[in-house]
């Protein structure tokens, strides 16, 4: 029986890595296309002409906040500097318990305003919706509400609250590039098809300089776990991400910086307020929605970083972030349990939905059960050592090589980082992450399920934030 279940494990081993293995190396090819095209493609919308077109559609900026006090302040008024034509800004105070709010009445002047507040997505209630006596930040709402328990209802308070036909949904500890709209709204406006979300690469705040919640100069973090996550999004986007674009088989839009369109979304129903994967859920719903009433739709991906983030410091606040990461997998495959392999659901069902199974959902499971079976058959003396050896050193091989490629690939085509010294920084973190960064993962994931299925209270807002210094105070021009 032993020795069944020996062989079975074996082939299936083989079989499953090399399947992967196999899609790494299609996903390359496509990334490398799509990469290509984009760079490659003269728009005739230049951001000058988006600038001063009355066409160009409005934008509302979505950012629910909660316990954000330390770094509320610098990152409301990175978004007030967005270089757009036409947007809004909405800050959902989701119930924080500290002085998100108080420092966002003193700083930006608010008061508590009459306000048509529609609410198309049922939410926890709102209390209060504030606006500034201050012409300079007229563009600035903030949305008072009770917590509801996961930044989904906090983002759909927010969508309720907006006015312009696109939202773009972002964390309020995020720190996004000037042009942000302008590059994310083009593929939008230059597609044939509907294109319903957009999403751009994400990269870790930490270490960079910022002055006036603008990013002046990207650095990797120093911290060894936010480098970590700074290498493993570079390779995420540019990767995969980039790669599933080209075949319009993107899994999710990002929810620290997404760009929807609202009368899909809110069709759909918005965010599911009970999700902790509220970004996949809500493409997930956006998708059949689509496909349910026969309507073409396209999701897209741009190579450019947009958005910074502020990384876990630490292992435990790692540990907060994947295992709720986890928990929504967990949870966004029990909810649409439906459409998997499901051919109503076209690329959905048949491509997107098996290979997050297969390849994301089952994978720490799947290794942390070989695991296991390797050390029983190292203690019962039935390791085929030098087999184990070559198979390891190609696994490692293929490892280093994707994410080298990935990181080498992103600084030739986009040079984000200034020195050689920064960028083989994070290369020779490559050699490490198979032994440090890649068992944690494997671990937190494998937590996140168990919590799914025993139920355990958990709630949002657990990042701990170290916030960013400032030199000067922000004095945004009258917007008329």
């Keep these: 029986?032993?020795?069944?279940?020996?062989?079975?494990?074996?082939?299936?081993?083989?079989?499953?890595?090399?399947?992967?293995?196999?899609?790494?190396?299609?996903?390359?090819?496509?990334?490398?296309?799509?990469?290509?095209?984009?760079?490659?493609?003269?728009?005739?919308?230049?951001?000058?002409?988006?600038?001063?077109?009355?066409?160009?559609?409005?934008?509302?900026?979505?950012?629910?906040?909660?316990?954000?006090?330390?770094?509320?302040?610098?990152?409301?008024?990175?978004?007030?500097?967005?270089?757009?034509?036409?947007?809004?800004?909405?800050?959902?105070?989701?119930?924080?318990?500290?002085?998100?709010?108080?420092?966002?009445?003193?700083?930006?002047?608010?008061v508590e305003t009459e306000f048509a507040y529609n609410e198309k997505i049922k939410?926890?209630?709102?209390?209060?919706?504030?606006?500034?006596?201050?012409?300079?930040?007229?563009?600035?709402?903030v949305v008072d509400k009770e917590n509801g328990g996961t930044?989904?209802?906090?983002?759909?308070?927010?969508?309720?609250?907006?006015?312009?036909?696109?939202?773009?949904?972002?964390?309020?500890?995020?720190?996004?590039?000037?042009?942000?709209?302008?590059?994310?709204?083009?593929?939008?406006?230059?597609?044939?098809?509907?294109?319903i979300a957009v999403g751009a690469v994400l990269r870790m705040s930490n270490s960079c300089d910022i002055n006036e919640g603008i990013i002046t100069r990207v650095r990797p973090p120093r911290g060894l776990i936010a480098r970590f996550q700074e290498m493993e999004y570079i390779r995420a986007y540019l990767h995969s991400k980039m790669g599933w674009s080209l075949v319009n088989c993107v899994p999710n839009i990002s929810g620290g910086l997404g760009l929807f369109d609202k009368e899909v979304s809110v069709n759909a129903g918005g965010y599911d307020p009970l999700s902790h994967a509220e970004d996949m859920d809500l493409i997930t719903r956006m998708i059949a929605y689509m496909i349910n009433n026969n309507s073409k739709y396209a999701l897209s991906y741009i190579p450019l970083s947009c958005c910074w983030t502020e990384g876990p410091p630490n292992v435990q606040i790692l540990y907060r972030q994947r295992t709720r990461w986890g928990r929504g997998l967990m949870q966004l495959f029990f909810v649409h349990r439906k459409i998997l392999f499901n051919r109503k659901y076209k690329?959905?069902?048949?491509?997107?939905?098996?290979?997050?199974?297969?390849?994301?959902?089952?994978?720490?499971?799947?290794?942390?059960?070989?695991?296991?079976?390797?050390?029983?058959?190292?203690?019962?003396n039935q390791v085929n050592w030098s087999m184990a050896v070559i198979i390891l050193i190609y696994s490692y091989t293929f490892s280093v090589m994707v994410s080298t490629m990935v990181i080498l690939w992103d600084q030739i085509t986009f040079k984000y980082y200034k020195t050689f010294r920064e960028v083989m920084s994070l290369v020779l973190l490559t050699f490490l992450e198979s032994f440090i960064y890649h068992p944690l993962i494997m671990y937190f994931a494998i937590r996140g399920y168990i919590s799914f299925f025993t139920q355990k209270k958990f709630q949002w807002g657990s990042m701990t934030r170290q916030g960013f210094e400032s030199k000067d105070a922000l004095t945004p021009k009258v917007t008329a």
């Design 123 to 141: 939410t926890k209630p709102v209390k209060r919706i504030f606006k500034s006596i201050n012409p300079a930040f007229n563009i600035l709402t």
């Design 1 to 110: 029986m032993i020795d069944q279940i020996r062989t079975f494990y074996e082939y299936f081993i083989f079989f499953y890595a090399t399947s992967l293995f196999l899609s790494y190396i299609i996903l390359a090819v496509l990334s490398f296309i799509a990469i290509s095209k984009y760079k490659g493609y003269n728009s005739d919308l230049d951001d000058n002409t988006l600038m001063a077109s009355p066409l160009t559609p409005g934008i509302s900026v979505v950012a629910p906040a909660f316990n954000e006090g330390v770094t509320i302040i610098s990152n409301v008024r990175s978004l007030l500097t967005l270089n757009y034509p036409l947007f809004e800004v909405i800050i959902i105070n989701d119930g924080s318990k500290d002085d998100t709010l108080q420092k966002l009445i003193d700083e930006f002047q608010l």
């Design 151 to 195: 930044k989904a209802d906090a983002s759909n308070a927010g969508i309720n609250a907006s006015s312009f036909p696109y939202y773009l949904c972002t964390d309020v500890d995020c720190i996004l590039d000037r042009n942000t709209l302008l590059k994310l709204i083009k593929p939008i406006l230059n597609s044939t098809k509907k294109v």
């Design 347 to 380: 690329r959905l069902g048949l491509v997107v939905f098996p290979y997050a199974f297969v390849y994301e959902l089952l994978a720490p499971i799947i290794e942390a059960l070989g695991w296991i079976f390797f050390i029983y058959l190292v203690i019962t």
